[in-house]
T-cell receptor, first 112, second 109 residues
Framework: DAMVIQNPRYQVTQFGKPVTLSCSQT?????MYWYQQKSSQAPKLLFH???????NEADTPDNFQSRRPNTSFCFLDIRSPGLGDAAMYLCATSRAGPYEQYFGPGTRLTVT | LAKTTQPISMDSYEGQEVNITCSHNNIATNDYITWYQQFPSQGPRFIIQ???TKVTNEVASLFIPADRKSSTLSLPRVSLSDTAVYYCLVEGTASKLTFGTGTRLQVTL
């Protein structure tokens, strides 16, 4: 089945130790999104790619970076995780335009 | 910037129809309204999307009045498995992609 896959599902990192979360899709969608969702809050968009074009949200900290080497894969790099970065990180894809987003299961990041 | 406002929580009994309203006063001409469902520890799941009037699919209906400043998600005959958080999202070229606070629906017997 076509889907959005996120690895790992659970990630533990130490304060200040760089971490990379990955997302892959078999839907061949143009757009890929990264969201941060903290406990009992709505998902917050960090950035998205329209094909290779990177779109960063104005309030996304510089500590968060992203790479999209090809259509299928997208990575979220957190350069120096702080305790406040502990959250669920959701990857989503969609066709270009206001079409439905397909979300992955998320990666729960713990920072110790 | 089309900000959305939803009730924080709703309660319903199994078998009833549930209507969740979302306010989006600043919706732009090119914006669409999309609703997602989210269960704990899972990613949101698309329910329905519309631009105006009424849209219906196999799980829900979406009612959008002519001024498009609000929308109502209607879930017919809810079951316990519909207990989840429901998000209204306004999206389009003119609007920042922002989820509202979400409505936590609790369905009981």
């Amino acid at each position: 089945d076509a889907m959005v896959i996120q690895n790992p599902r659970y990630q533990v990192t130490q304060f200040g130790k760089p971490v990379t979360l990955s997302c892959s899709q078999t839907l061949n969608h143009n757009v890929m999104y990264w969201y941060q969702q903290k406990s009992s809050q709505a998902p917050k968009l960090l950035f998205h790619y329209y094909d290779k074009d990177f779109n960063n949200e104005a309030d996304t900290p510089d500590n968060f970076q992203s790479r999209r080497p090809n259509t299928s894969f997208c990575f979220l790099d957190i350069r120096s995780p702080g305790l406040g970065d502990a959250a669920m990180y959701l990857c989503a894809t969609s066709r270009a335009g206001p079409y439905e987003q397909y979300f992955g299961p998320g990666t729960r990041l713990t920072v110790t | 910037l089309a900000k959305t406002t939803q009730p924080i929580s709703m309660d319903s009994y199994e078998g009833q129809e549930v209507n969740i309203t979302c306010s989006h006063n600043n919706i732009a001409t090119n914006d669409y309204i999309t609703w997602y469902q989210q269960f704990p520890s899972q990613g949101p799941r698309f329910i329905i999307q519309g631009y105006k009037t009424k849209v219906t699919n196999e799980v829900a209906s979406l009612f959008i009045p002519a001024d498009r400043k609000s929308s109502t998600l209607s879930l017919p005959r809810v079951s316990l498995s519909d207990t989840a958080v429901y998000y209204c999202l306004v999206e389009g070229t003119a609007s920042k992609l922002t989820f509202g606070t979400g409505t936590r629906l609790q369905v009981t017997l």
